[in-house]
């Protein structure tokens, strides 16, 4: 049978009121009574019920956190990193995984809000963004990471997707690419992506084809999907860049089951710098994002919300930047 705070109270010889401020770190005690106490509580095993803490209308020192797919090796990422933050803080870290789907995000977002999290991070997507305001109670602190949708009124922790883009291309054209092709998640993400690499062929006097851009969901199986619609064509473009390491390696499965050997016939960009890029041979050329400050940040901006619900909504944008591989290499003259 679990032991109660009743318990804890009779054997250590002191009120339920004073073991509930040793648990939850409020009022004056005493080191030597509070020493007491939790030797105590260790000594019979109990666990505080966060759920009862909760319903005090105390924190719970607990975070929400919606991913769209924890086996994208990106979100995985995230998540160590926003856990490693939180905890650093005192805070624990409630995962759920969405798989992009409205009405799963909502229930994980009504339960955790049972729950009385402190606060969520949205590191999903939505096909109905204003379904995730409409949501959420006033004032409940909310972080949107690496997403960002002016239409909602929150706090934004993103890499500035558009610049990635513009970069990728960059290095293509810098290698003497000018028939280059695109490879995109259907996200706001990939459309920010997207129009950034669209900026760089256009201010190089490069015509964007439109054949050669395909918007696909996230996965390595409609990355190579996607890639052999382009490649298959009768002119091909000369390099690819893809909106995400998934798509990339999907990607080089495809150029390898057309015959075509990367970089040699075929350069790829990726974006992410994830896991995926540094075990796929050729080593992937990515562009990063700073995970680890996005995610400190992050949960900073969530405990500041819980001292100042009110506060200005900010939009912090991290700068993204290429992490040269061996997918790309200047183009080979025929």
């Known amino acids: 049978m679990k032991s109660t705070i009743y318990d804890v109270a009779k054997a250590a ?122 949501s959420l109670n006033a004032n409940f602190p909310v972080v949107l990471f690496s997403k960002d949708i002016p239409s909602l009124s929150m706090h934004t922790v993103t890499v500035d997707d558009y610049r990635g883009g513009y970069q990728a291309i960059q290095h293509l054209i810098s290698l003497g690419h000018s028939r280059i092709g695109v490879v995109t998640e259907d996200s706001p993400s990939g459309d920010h992506r997207v129009r950034g690499a669209k900026q760089a062929m256009n201010d190089a006097g490069i015509a964007v084809n439109d054949d050669w851009i395909v918007k696909v969901k996230s996965s390595i199986e409609e990355g190579c999907e996607g890639a052999a619609h382009v490649l298959q064509r009768d002119t091909r473009p000369t390099a690819l860049f893809t909106c995400n390491d998934l798509l990339a390696v999907g990607s080089m499965q495809s150029a390898q089951q057309s015959g075509l050997r990367v970089p040699e016939d075929l350069s790829i960009i990726g974006f992410d710098d994830t896991i995926l890029s540094k075990i796929v041979v050729p080593r992937l050329t990515t562009i990063s994002q700073p995970i680890q400050e996005m995610a400190k940040e992050t949960v900073q901006l969530l405990l500041r919300q819980s001292d100042t619900p009110d506060m200005p909504k900010q939009k912090i944008v991290f700068q993204p930047q290429l992490v040269e591989g061996l997918s790309t290499q200047p183009l080979q003259a025929k």
């Open 13 to 134: 010889g002191v009120s339920i009121a004073t073991v509930s401020k040793v648990v939850n770190q409020t009022g004056n005690i005493s080191v030597k009574t509070r020493e007491r106490v939790l030797h105590i509580m260790k000594e019979l095993q109990y666990q505080p019920s966060v759920v009862a803490s909760a319903l005090t209308g105390k924190k719970t020192s607990t975070f929400g956190l919606l991913i769209s797919d924890l086996a994208n090796p990106f979100f995985a990422e995230v998540a160590r990193n926003l856990e490693d933050q939180a905890q650093a803080a005192g805070y624990s870290i409630v995962m759920c995984s969405t798989d992009n789907k409205d009405d799963k995000g909502l229930n994980y977002i009504s339960l955790l809000q049972r729950k009385q999290i402190d606060g969520l991070i949205v590191a999903c997507q939505f096909s109905q963004w204003s379904l995730l305001q409409d």
